[in-house]
């Protein structure tokens, strides 16, 4: 018996779009007015959408700003494989790209909304566990492309280490944009880094 794939409907194509521009202006919110401005009625009406709509697809606060930044973490993601084939060959230029890639994740308003949701969780209880495990997947699948990309050979003593400290540099980095536009200072930072990332990860033999 052949089997067909499902086709969607137009109640389901528009059910599909009334989440994601949920998803959009609640990232766009979080971003702007952080948590406590950022109620489900501000959003729903920045996406054009009843209260009761969001609430259908999303029953509580906390389900629409965690997927939210799930969501926009994972199109991020997504955008920075999709030009993975327009990287140097491995070398310090790969290296140097790579790490640019990298910090680009943690900058920018994205960045700022999953910020709010960070301290927000930090005394919400309902968000925290949430949070921490988005946190734990973003974390994991981040480092896979980092090690992907770099050509990161981690049985090496240091490699693993030195990844992790791209992400976590990368992440401070992002931090220090927040206020004032860090760019001058941090393209310096990024250049002086991906020169001792090279060194560990392609050691210049004696």
Same mark, same amino acid.
């Given at each position: 018996?052949?089997? &067909?794939?499902?086709?969607?409907?137009?109640?389901?194509?528009?059910?599909?779009?009334?989440?994601?521009?949920?998803?959009?202006?609640?990232? *766009?919110?979080?971003?702007?007015?952080?948590?406590?401005?950022?109620?489900?009625?501000?959003?729903?009406?920045?996406?054009?959408?009843?209260?009761? !709509?969001?609430? &259908? &697809?999303?029953?509580?606060?906390?389900?629409?700003?965690?997927?939210?930044?799930?969501?926009?973490?994972?199109?991020?993601?997504?955008?920075?494989?999709?030009?993975?084939? *327009?990287?140097?060959?491995?070398?310090?230029?790969?290296? $140097?790209?790579?790490?640019?890639?990298?910090?680009?994740?943690?900058?920018?308003?994205?960045?700022?909304?999953? #910020? &709010?949701?960070?301290?927000?969780?930090?005394?919400?209880?309902?968000?925290?566990?949430?949070?921490?495990?988005?946190?734990?997947?973003?974390?994991?699948? !981040?480092?896979?492309?980092?090690?992907?990309?770099?050509?990161? *050979?981690?049985?090496?003593?240091?490699?693993?280490?030195?990844?992790?400290?791209?992400?976590? #540099?990368?992440?401070?980095?992002?931090? !220090?944009?927040?206020?004032?536009? *860090?760019?001058? $200072?941090?393209?310096?930072?990024?250049?002086?880094?991906?020169?001792?990332?090279?060194?560990?990860? $392609?050691?210049?033999?004696?």
């Amino acid at each position: 018996m052949t089997s &067909h794939p499902a086709v969607r409907t137009p109640q389901q194509d528009r059910s599909r779009a009334t989440r994601a521009r949920l998803l959009a202006a609640a990232v *766009d919110c979080l971003a702007e007015l952080g948590w406590q401005g950022s109620t489900v009625a501000v959003v729903a009406e920045r996406a054009g959408v009843s209260r009761g !709509a969001a609430q &259908h &697809h999303f029953p509580t606060r906390e389900d629409l700003f965690t997927a939210a930044v799930e969501y926009v973490t994972a199109e991020r993601l997504a955008a920075v494989r999709t030009h993975a084939d *327009d990287l140097p060959a491995a070398g310090p230029d790969r290296t $140097r790209a790579v790490v640019d890639m990298i910090v680009r994740l943690y900058t920018g308003p994205d960045f700022r909304a999953a #910020l &709010h949701l960070w301290t927000a969780a930090a005394t919400e209880e309902a968000l925290r566990e949430r949070i921490v495990a988005l946190e734990g997947r973003v974390g994991r699948e !981040a480092h896979r492309a980092a090690v992907e990309f770099l050509g990161a *050979d981690e049985t090496r003593p240091g490699v693993r280490e030195s990844v992790q400290a791209t992400l976590d #540099l990368a992440r401070g980095l992002g931090l !220090a944009n927040l206020l004032t536009d *860090d760019s001058v $200072r941090r393209s310096g930072v990024i250049g002086q880094w991906a020169g001792l990332l090279e060194s560990t990860l $392609r050691p210049v033999r004696p």
